[in-house]
């Protein structure tokens, strides 16, 4: 999926350059700054942490994220991407400083913006000339004002700057491609100034660029991934009547998602959504509207969908299996989703611990995300790591799959069935054809179908 180096905009837009900073190298910083960099911007990446600054230096990825390793090797041998520990030799070599910092949900579901306030004092101190200072972070709508406030407060040169709310849109194990073909780039300004910096950075990239106001393009973030989340638990919810009524959610899908209003995108029935952004940002969502005076309940609804979903298909594995205590499943899948090694918040690893409480022993297997696993599923020897995804269901009572990764289409199913008690499947992803299934002999039960 993820477009080669070599089909990104590049070279033709490399005449107008701007010297940026991205603070942070996270998963949002890395893959901006590099793309920044690939389409001809001078661009430091500012990191507090030393080590994961030589690593980068050294040519490593802290990451998975296909397509980026190479980029970022290509942009520093062209002398175009460097990294620092340093944030004032960012902020001095730059023109623009990109705010690219985790933002973790507090234990209210509310946003912990201290690492914001914290790199807003740095900044502050480092200027000695007028900045544009961008949040890219997904924050609470007002941040861009407490963002400058502070900015105002500890910048003891008394130089001017403005404050831009320049929201992401990434998706993980897609990155590189949502960041090199944007459908749209959200530019929130409190005054014209900044504009046309904004503007010749993103130029290259060859998308709509929307002028708003601050508060406006804060709130873009929050509602597009409350928006997409809703859908998720919408065909979610369609699912369980599926089933009720013997429908298949993906003919419904499919059917709705011909209407150009409706679009088939995000309309893939599953266990339920996880991962980094949607539990945190509809959480986070809910307690900013909580504290605007408007119960979101609609948003609530959302989440108790996506947690019923993790419930029943629980319980369509007991159902089946009856007992779990010393039975041995197979589990396919441990990342929240297909190309990322990212297991925060991931539904596999929710079900994995499931079924370890009803005493199950489970051979799991990720393409990516199996040493990330280990720091979150238990080390008493109730789950061993298979290298290959052929080999998890031999000896298991049923196979299981958790992630959408596509290359468990290609499972060997003959091999499975082989290995298995009972040919029994559990599908949380519809990755497998419900008749070729039942062709092949498996009691095959999967989502909405
Ligand atoms: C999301 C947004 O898509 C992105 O725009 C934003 O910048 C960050 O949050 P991400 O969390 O990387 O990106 O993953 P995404 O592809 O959106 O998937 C989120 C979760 O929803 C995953 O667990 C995925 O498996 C699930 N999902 C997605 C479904 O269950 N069904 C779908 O149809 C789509």
Redesign the pocket.
Known sequence: MTRSARSHPTADHRASTMKIAIIGTGYVGLVTGTCFAEVGHEVTCVDNDVRKVEMLRAGGIPIYEPGLEELVKQNVAAGRLRFTASTAEGVEQSQVIFIAVPTPPLPDGGVDLSFIEKVAREVAAAMTDYKIIVDKSTVPVKTGEKVAETIRRYCKAKVEFDVVSNP??????FAVEDLMKPDRVVVGVAGERPVAAMKEIYTPFKAPIIVTDISSAELIKHA??SF?ALK?SYINAISVICEASGANVQEVANGIGMDARIGRR???A?L???????PKDLSAFIRIAEQLGYDFRLLKEVQRINADQMERFVKKITDTLWVLKDKTLGVLGLA??QNTDDVRMS?AIDLCQRLLKEGAKLRVHDPQAMEKAKALLPTDGQVTYVADMNAVADGCDALVVAT?WPEFKRVDLERAKRGLTHPILFDGRNLFDPAEMARLGFIYKSIGR
């Open positions: 992401e849109f990434l998706r993980e194990g597009a991934n997409l998720i995000f309309l893939d599953s339920g959504f996880g991962g980094s952004c949607f929240f989703k539904p959408e």
